[in-house]
């Protein structure tokens, strides 16, 4: 049924003996009164109607279908051809693509008969009709009225795609002949937004993918990727038995394949001699190139790619413990245990210190004057006000207590992220404890990129294979910084355990690229991004004459780039086979009238996943004595259509002033013609009707990406919808390709 903009919404179903419009006169009498050609729809607007026909010719319409009120909106739905075999639930539920059932449902299906967000509608006579279901018309006929909202039951439709479907009741759970889907979309977002439907995986998931291993760098204890140079710096010590030389020191690689450019090995020892020396913990990076890290037990040095030693000082005192940029560019954050000072790198005089209760490592926050200080020791932490150099707090670290982990900040949010054993503490800028990520394994660093909003979690086995939490294989996990999602699928690290030391990273401003060190293997992992297609631009129902060149198109994106190939199904979604030849953007043939609600769909893949376009249906109607006729079959497979024409007319018939002149036409078995002689100026030959969305907001035109059934317009309403969406209607004087199946 189609109803028009303005119609009163029918009786919400719900007892026995109320009256059920007959869908099929209420559609006539509302197209008449529009001036609509029956069988004729507009596409969807918040106003206007959409229609969807079912794998056996049922025909579902919903009133409104975009811009819905997010906090609740009634929509009246109707139908016409059910009722065959089995009952049915009228709802709206989580879209999971054709031939799989829609589910979950937002409020559930109604099997009590006291539900606004769906309708139970059955065969007459069943015994739950009645106060439990409402029975069809005549002519499997059905009118009723559901509210539906934005979110529920832990559902959002603004994350998920969402659609008014019919579905087999609770009795034939597993029968997806009554599935007939429309999508809708809240205000704010609209149908058939980019994105399109993942096969295997959600369309635009993100993974990793282990690129590279680089083992020219020894033992790995530290990384950083320089901002400027975009230079791979490591610091190591020495991987016993794996080379002839001893590896200690400041590695400098090509981040693109691990081939070691320089090699820093010696730096001044405690009165100044030259020495070899691990590199323990790279401090930050220096303008240009370079970095300033520490070197064991109390050394502070800098160095660049090309140098052939560390410049650097011997502090007094205890060991180094952490170290950070300071407050200034010629200074260092430097933590001796429980003792913080801000020093001069030049000259390791300390310009001022502090004494906490407690504590071996921090992280400065010189966005917000800050430092964290964490005592895992006590399960403490504690704030350091950078310009007064004084403690505020100490906030508790929950499940800390003898733990050795990470402390880390956000410079995006200012928070705070501790790993302690299995988890990782976020706290905000002010100590407030946030969310507490549990991982599987045990959190040994974290990276961050401001760019996309990413943290990166490497989680190290404990490596003792006596233990049955341990099975010698860490993790890198990705979140999302604000609300710590998880936004990329878990990475296994192979081997990669905390005997021999803790993990670093390493993140590519953007992401694209992330490294991980495994010191116990000697080897630094290279991680690339891979994201699997997402639809940018997909196809719209399409109507033309038979005769008329049309063209759809698609495009996606991801990581690799993604291939593609056009499908149709010449039976309402039940069953898809490739069109032969067609995989490119652009899927264009001559439409016939055997073609006639054939369904079209894109699908992209790539090593990550497979995504196709929602469905979009063609709408050929049969061509007029005073326009286009006959030309090809259907080609390429369908032999439906019967032989081939000879061409087209010349036009309306009329002998006017034109010179393209056409040959004596013969009838085909589909009833085409060529005219012959000149053609008139009044009438056109041939057409191209191009339907392809933008990938934003739906328009008036050429329906959307998520329409799941035959749009069919009348020929002035199409060519005006299809301009108004800045689509091309094109005429042309002769057919250049044939039908796609």
């Known amino acids: 049924m189609t109803s028009t903009p303005g119609t009163a919404p029918g009786n919400p179903a719900g007892g026995r003996g109320r009256p059920i419009r007959r869908a099929g006169t209420a559609a006539a009498a509302a197209l008449l009164l529009a001036g609509i050609p029956v069988g004729a729809a507009v596409s969807a607007d918040a106003g206007t109607p959409k229609t969807a026909t079912g794998p056996q010719g049922q025909k579902l319409t919903v009133s409104a279908t975009a ?139 993100v993974s990793y993918k282990a690129a590279a291993d680089f083992t020219s760098a020894g033992k790995p204890l530290d990384l950083l990727l320089h901002p400027e140079s975009k230079k791979l710096y490591v610091g190591a010590d020495n991987l016993p038995d794996t080379a002839d030389v001893d590896e200690r020191g400041l590695h400098v690689l090509n981040p693109e394949d691990g081939k070691a450019e320089s090699w820093i090995s010696q730096a001044p020892g405690s009165i100044g001699e ?41 502090l007094a005192g205890s060991t180094i413990t952490d170290i950070a940029p300071g407050t200034t560019a010629d200074t260092v954050l430097v933590a001796q245990g429980a003792k913080l000072s801000e020093i001069e790198r030049a000259t390791g005089t300390a310009v001022r210190s502090l004494t906490l209760p407690g504590g071996t490592q921090f992280a400065a926050d010189p966005e917000r004057g800050a430092l964290w200080y964490s005592d895992f020791a006590a399960g403490k932490l504690h704030r350091v006000d950078l310009a007064s150099f004084t403690v505020s707090g100490p906030f508790d670290l929950p499940g800390a207590q003898g733990a050795t982990g990470f402390t880390e900040t956000d410079p995006a949010t200012g928070a705070v992220w501790v790993g302690a054993n299995r988890s990782v503490l976020v706290f905000d800028a002010a100590g407030k404890l946030l969310k507490t990520l549990v991982g599987k394994d045990l959190a040994r660093d974290a990276a961050f990129d401001t760019a996309t909003g990413r943290a990166y979690v490497a989680w190290q086995d404990g490596g003792d294979l006596s233990d049955p939490a341990n099975d010698n294989n860490g993790t890198l996990t990705v979140y999302d910084s604000e609300d710590f999602a998880v936004a990329a699928k878990d990475v296994s690290l192979p081997g990669n355990h905390s005997q021999a030391g803790s993990a670093s990273l390493a993140v590519e401003p953007g992401g694209a690229t992330v490294y991980v060190t495994s010191p116990a293997e000697g080897k630094i992992t290279k ?78 893949r790539n090593d990550v996943g497979t995504t196709r376009t929602a469905a979009v249906t063609l709408t050929v109607t049969a061509a007029t004595g005073g326009g286009d006729t006959g030309g090809d079959s259907g080609g390429n497979g369908d032999t439906s259509n019967g032989t081939d024409g000879s061409g087209s007319t010349g036009g309306d018939g009329s002998t006017g002033d034109g010179s393209a002149g056409g040959d004596s036409g013969t009838q085909s078995a589909g009833g085409s013609t060529e005219g012959s002689g000149s053609t008139g100026t009044a009438g056109s030959t041939g057409s191209t009707v191009v339907g392809g969305g933008t990938g934003t907001a739906a328009t008036s035109g050429g329906g959307s990406l998520a329409a799941t059934g035959a749009t069919v317009m009348s020929v002035t309403l199409a060519a005006a919808a299809l301009v108004g969406a800045g689509v091309l209607v094109h005429r042309r004087a002769r057919r250049r390709t044939k039908g796609a199946l």
Request: aromatic share 6%; glycine share 14%.
């Open 67 to 205: 811009g819905l009120d997010p906090d609740g909106q009634k929509v009246r739905v109707t139908g016409e051809g059910y009722g065959l075999t089995t009952g049915i639930y009228v709802a709206l539920c989580k879209d999971n693509g054709d031939n799989r059932v829609p589910s979950p449902c937002l409020g559930g299906a109604d099997m009590s008969g006291g539900s606004k967000t769906s309708q139970w509608i059955v065969l007459p006579g069943d015994p739950y009709e009645g106060d439990l279901a409402s029975a069809f018309g005549p002519g499997g006929t059905f009118d009723v009225e559901i509210e539906i909202t934005q979110k529920s039951d832990g559902l959002d439709c603004a994350e998920v795609t969402c659609s008014v479907v019919t579905r087999a009741d609770h009795r034939a759970a597993g029968n997806r002949t009554q599935d007939v889907r429309i999508p809708v979309a809240f205000a704010g977002r609209e149908p058939g937004e980019p994105g399109g439907e993942g096969v295997d995986v959600p369309a635009g998931t």
């Open 274 to 314: 030259l020495r070899a020396s691990a590199a323990a913990r790279i401090a930050g990076p220096l303008p240009g190139d370079g970095v300033v890290y520490n070197y064991p037990l109390r050394g502070v040095g800098s160095a660049k790619a090309g140098d052939a030693s560390a410049k650097g000082v011997w």
């Open 527 to 604: 991680l690339v991004r891979q994201v699997s297609p997402l639809v940018t631009r997909a196809p719209a129902d399409l109507t033309a004459k038979d005769g008329e060149e049309v063209s759809l198109t698609a495009e996606a994106e991801g990581t690799p780039e993604p291939t593609v190939r056009w499908q149709v199904s010449a039976d309402g979604s039940q069953t898809w086979k490739d069109v032969e030849g067609a995989a490119g953007p652009a899927l264009t043939f001559t439409a016939r009238t055997a073609q006639d609600g054939y369904r079209y769909r894109a699908e992209f």
